[in-house]
């Protein structure tokens, strides 16, 4: 039997063909590395362009390819499953990016997937838990939160890609699952955690008000997992399942698991209502001025430390049997190796726009 070996990987000619848009990307690159582990046949999807170093030592087959082109992807045979995982995201992202990013690269995708959708076991679709809303607790289908209107434009490109998807599904038997992570964070988080670590070490304040808001978050492994599950699990409903670690934990102890390891404990304190208005303020500004490089483009990531915000994962692990690692000491301590590993190599530079 053939088989092909690099970092520590086997991949045998049995192996299931798994295709994993956004593969270079924070949880694109994450999800290779997962399926890698389990034996499966990794086909990861990148733009020409994109930086590879998150996948440098990975068995994976490359195909270059920009979803947000009109030109379907060529795309090899025998793929089994698909991981939708490329989506842009980023404060201030106006309504056409949202458009051209999030729901033509899902349609360029459909239309590349068509030669060979017979063989096609599962399509996995990640979106975002913020079209169920925020600022409530319990959020689910039944009983969702407030509209995000502080980043519509995201939140309303991931409903529409949804809406295509769920169209696919009931008119063209698409093998659908949807997941709906809330805030992600792990290693080769280049934007939210990488961000947010080293505008600590500067010193910068990263809670607003008392900071005793809860919220939900979902290390990246935990959302492997419910990728994983997706696939094995019998049937496709067209279901969409709520993604988090399952624990309640507010923004303070977040903050605190990050910053006690990093020795540098938090020593100013805007209160809420001076941040809610200076970033309403740069909202402003920003929609004024698109072009200019404003320190808050988006209220949303000070709304959010103001409300409690939770979901409810209960059909998610009933019907996914889905059981979330929730060692958060064990998941910072990965976090924060990763970002000193980065600082020491050099490439704090690489922040900016990224995955949801």
Same mark, same amino acid.
């Given at each position: 039997? +053939?088989?092909?070996?690099?970092? $520590?990987?086997?991949?045998?000619?049995?192996?299931?063909?798994?295709?994993?848009?956004?593969?270079?990307?924070?949880?694109?690159? +994450?999800?290779?590395?997962?399926? =890698?582990?389990?034996?499966?046949?990794?086909?990861?999807?990148?733009? $020409? %362009?994109?930086?590879?170093?998150?996948?440098?030592?990975?068995?994976?087959?490359?195909?270059?390819?920009?979803?947000?082109?009109?030109?379907?992807?060529?795309?090899?045979?025998?793929?089994?499953?698909?991981?939708?995982?490329?989506?842009?995201?980023?404060?201030?992202?106006?309504?056409?990016?949202?458009?051209?990013?999030?729901?033509?690269?899902?349609? +360029?995708?459909?239309? $590349? *997937?068509?030669?060979?959708?017979?063989?096609?076991?599962?399509?996995?679709?990640?979106? %975002?838990?913020?079209?169920? /809303?925020?600022?409530?607790?319990?959020?689910?289908?039944?009983?969702?939160?407030?509209?995000?209107?502080?980043?519509?434009?995201?939140?309303?490109?991931?409903?529409?890609?949804?809406?295509?998807?769920?169209?696919?599904?009931?008119?063209?038997?698409?093998?659908?699952?949807?997941?709906?992570?809330?805030?992600?964070?792990?290693?080769? !988080?280049?934007? %939210? %955690?990488?961000?947010? =670590?080293?505008?600590?070490?500067?010193?910068?304040?990263?809670?607003?008000?008392?900071?005793?808001?809860?919220?939900?978050?979902?290390?990246?492994?935990?959302?492997?997992?419910?990728?994983?599950?997706?696939?094995?699990?019998?049937?496709?409903?067209? #279901?969409?399942?709520?993604?988090?670690?399952?624990?309640?934990?507010?923004?303070?102890?977040?903050? /605190?698991?990050?910053?006690?390891?990093?020795?540098?404990?938090?020593? =100013?304190?805007?209160?809420?209502?001076?941040?809610?208005?200076?970033?309403?303020?740069?909202?402003?500004?920003?929609?004024?001025?698109?072009?200019?490089?404003?320190? *808050?483009?988006?209220?949303?990531?000070?709304?959010?430390?103001?409300?409690?915000?939770?979901?409810?994962? #209960?059909?998610?692990?009933?019907? =996914?049997?889905?059981?979330?690692?929730?060692?958060?000491?064990?998941?910072? !301590?990965?976090?924060?190796g990763w970002y000193r590993a980065e600082k020491a190599a050099g490439r704090l530079d690489s922040v900016g726009r990224g995955q949801a």
């Amino acid at each position: 039997m +053939n088989t092909a070996k690099g970092g $520590g990987h086997t991949i045998t000619e049995r192996s299931e063909r798994v295709l994993i848009t956004g593969a270079n990307g924070f949880i694109g690159s +994450n999800l290779c590395r997962y399926f =890698l582990d389990r034996s499966y046949e990794v086909v990861a999807l990148v733009r $020409g %362009s994109s930086n590879l170093s998150f996948l440098e030592g990975l068995p994976v087959q490359l195909v270059r390819a920009d979803l947000s082109q009109p030109t379907a992807p060529v795309l090899p045979p025998g793929i089994r499953y698909v991981i939708h995982a490329a989506s842009l995201a980023f404060e201030g992202m106006s309504f056409p990016e949202a458009r051209r990013h999030i729901v033509d690269t899902t349609a +360029n995708l459909l239309r $590349g *997937l068509q030669e060979q959708r017979s063989g096609l076991k599962r399509f996995v679709y990640i979106s %975002s838990v913020l079209v169920l /809303g925020h600022r409530s607790t319990g959020i689910s289908e039944e009983h969702p939160g407030r509209p995000a209107r502080g980043i519509m434009p995201y939140m309303r490109g991931k409903q529409m890609a949804e809406a295509l998807l769920q169209e696919e599904f009931r008119e063209r038997g698409l093998p659908l699952v949807i997941l709906r992570p809330s805030d992600v964070f792990g290693p080769n !988080d280049r934007t %939210s %955690s990488l961000r947010l =670590l080293r505008e600590m070490e500067k010193g910068w304040p990263s809670l607003v008000g008392s900071g005793r808001r809860l919220m939900s978050f979902c290390y990246v492994e935990n959302l492997c997992q419910a990728c994983l599950l997706a696939c094995q699990m019998k049937g496709a409903n067209g #279901s969409a399942y709520t993604v988090t670690n399952g624990q309640e934990m507010t923004w303070r102890q977040l903050m /605190g698991h990050f910053r006690s390891r990093l020795g540098r404990p938090q020593r =100013l304190y805007v209160p809420f209502p001076v941040a809610y208005a200076l970033s309403a303020t740069m909202q402003v500004l920003h929609a004024l001025a698109p072009r200019a490089r404003l320190p *808050l483009a988006s209220i949303y990531p000070v709304a959010k430390l103001g409300r409690d915000t939770t979901y409810d994962i #209960s059909r998610t692990c009933a019907e =996914l049997g889905y059981r979330p690692d929730q060692d958060v000491e064990k998941q910072m !301590d990965a976090i924060v190796g990763w970002y000193r590993a980065e600082k020491a190599a050099g490439r704090l530079d690489s922040v900016g726009r990224g995955q949801a």
